[in-house]
């Protein structure tokens, strides 16, 4: 394994020398975390751009980084062709076939050479199996077809549920989402609304935010309820008849009615939410690949999806806490259509505001296109890295220049227009120019080989043949099942509802029993209505309710839990025992003082009806809690961090990876700044040892100090990248000095000079293994998915319990001609 691996940088390919048209041999690494400030991929048709995309893709994976992608034309669902065996037989269900016929070759013999071809690929950019064996261990790779059952169908009902509290919060975003579902929904139904001026928009934005703000869930059905009947009587200052009449509303109502009742619009019901958290990790919080595959859906229909996505990105987004390094990466194949620079489809709004703020949240966005004009203006200004590949015309190379200058002004570097010009001018396949703006100049390279088989666009077809595996393993949510959850249940949660053993003798009376004034009495309001023919009927029981605070100052723990318990009262010895009781499921403020109607009795037993009973009652009750209740925390011993309490084990481990991650950054961060300078320093020694070489040598010519660049392709070169120092420059002043080295050697007519240079190198080669070192020992750090973690128990202090009320609390059934009694606030 080459040790870029472990420091978070990801192999994009290597330099690429523009006069020679000649590939280098320094790798070109890119900073995982540089990924925060996004990323723009342009280039003409064929110019390798989604190649270079799924390459980074596929670090990031290695690099237990989860994406999001959406997939206009089919060609990411390629991710998913990775046969670290490299054998004919695992090409061939996935080959053209029509090249096969074409070399007249049988579909077996040209899958051979197919994986001929790709191992020679790989062996060429120094991979091999071992790391598409890699790539398939680090991630879950799954492809969604909404509206479309062959890859995983998503359902979009949730979609239209109140967004978290996160975005309800914030005004603005608040806005936007409502702006966006409005926008999308009409256009699925061929309107092309105006926010502002259509009434269809202003009255389902209405309703949209009416329910939101109440926290209100809507579905498609029960949106349409609200077109036709909205729960509001005015729209701005006009009344709601008048701006909009019932009999117009009528049409808007049926228009979304028949679009649900369209054939085929099932499968939009069906299938996985759009639950960004599930979709990047798993059950275990393994990191995934989810690529949502659009390009069998119509344009109306893909626009709709894409907004809908993009809301739920956005809402994810404002959930996660802040972080500098690189959490997921959302990914777009085919940018056009989606975030012109002019017109405002639905899908612009959350991509600006993706742009403009998901660097705080660690969410890298990537975008490609093949032509720069189809790109906002304002939203590539805060895109930090550009891949720009060959391009087709004149304009769009003058678009793209104007942009890079732009960048470099409000950064205050310098541009050579004239030698950007050239460069762009001299682009090859698969030659990209990467401006980063967080390195000091911009790159020429060539992509790397792809892990991952390119064969084009997949058919409905084979997508569903690469899922059925998949799908028939139980859906990602269904299997999240909260495992360890961390507070421990009080009590037991009893199947029934206990019974007391007397009632079972005594019959119900109609009538409320007396109970002495000084014994507090509740009613526990019933849920639901009564179902059929049936009676109400109260029973006494004891309520106890308290609130358990647990404090663990080492643990940073403090954290409280109220407990709510109803226990019965019984004939036995000891007549209230709180090990029978069960959760009650309400709060002390829902009790009520009066029943819920006309209902029937049975008998309090005498011990309920003394106030001093619950004095007993409540030691009891603060005993039971503190032999009962726990807090249970999971410990990773290896980052010394605790999972939070409601922390499930998978969303701690999730949370692990990315602390993981930001400290390997810092570490890496730091290894940069203790090798720059030191680098910096022999760089300057070599190149003045060179030049006592040449003034000794004077057979030292300039061809022999062109002698291929071997430096940048180890560790340090590549580490140390563009970003402290110029790998280049000191790349070609060591390689100078070799030749001139050896050349001297040959003829026996070495110098001081030319010992102090084969000193100075023999230090360089030193610091290099030095980084070695210390990157392995990066390397030794756990893996956050799979470390076991221990299970810390934390006690409640006896201080810490504190009781709100035991009373006699009167608890609903409802109970039928039968004599069958079923709880009736649950
Ligand atoms: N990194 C790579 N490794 C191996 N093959 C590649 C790589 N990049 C590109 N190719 C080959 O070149 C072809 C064209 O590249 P690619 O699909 O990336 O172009 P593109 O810029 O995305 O074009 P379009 O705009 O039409 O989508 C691919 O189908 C594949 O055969
Ligand atoms: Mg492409």
Redesign the pocket.
Known sequence: MEDYEKMGAFYLGRAFDQKKKKLGESLVLYDSKDLVTHAVCV?M????????CI?LLEEAAIDGVPSIIIDP?G?LANLLLTFPQLRGEDFEPWINEDDARKKNLSNADYAGQQAEFWKK?LSDWGQSGDRIQRLRDAADFAIYTPGSNAGIPVSILKSFAAPDQAVLDDAELLRDRINTTTTSLLGLLGIQADPIQSREHILISSVLNSAWTHGQDLDLATLIQQIQNPPMTKIGVLDLESFYPSKDRFGLVMALNNLIASPGFGAWMEGEALDIGQMLHGATGKPRVSIFSIAHLGDAERMFFVSLLLNQVLGWMRTQSGTTSLRAILYMDEIFGYFPPVANPPSKLPLLTLLKQARAFGLGVVLAT?NPVDLDYKGLANTGTWFI?RLQTERDKQRVIEGLEGAAATQGAGFDKEAMERTLAGLGS?VFLMNNTHEDAPEVFQ????LSY?R?PLTRNQIKVLMQATKAAPPAQAAAARAAASAAPATKAAASPPTASREETSSPASVRPAIAPDVQQFFIPTRGSAPGETALLYRPMVLGAGRVNFVDTKLGVDQSVEVCCLTPITDEAVPVSWENSQEAGIAVSDLEKDAAGDAQYHEAPAVAGKAKSYQGWTKDFVAFLYGTQKLELLKSSSTREYSKPGESERDFRVRLQQSVRESRDAQIEQLRQKYAPRMAGLQERIRRAQQAVERESAQANQAKLQTAISFGTTLLGAFLGRKAVSVSTLGRATTAVRGVGRSMKEQQDIGRAAESVEALQAQLAELEAELQAEAQALEAKTDAQSEPLETISIKPKKTNISVQLVALAWTPFWLDESGDKTAAWE
């Open positions: 280039g048709t064929g110019s390798g751009k989604t190649g270079l390459g034309k060609d690929g093949q590949g698969r992509t790397r080989w792809t390119l084009g």
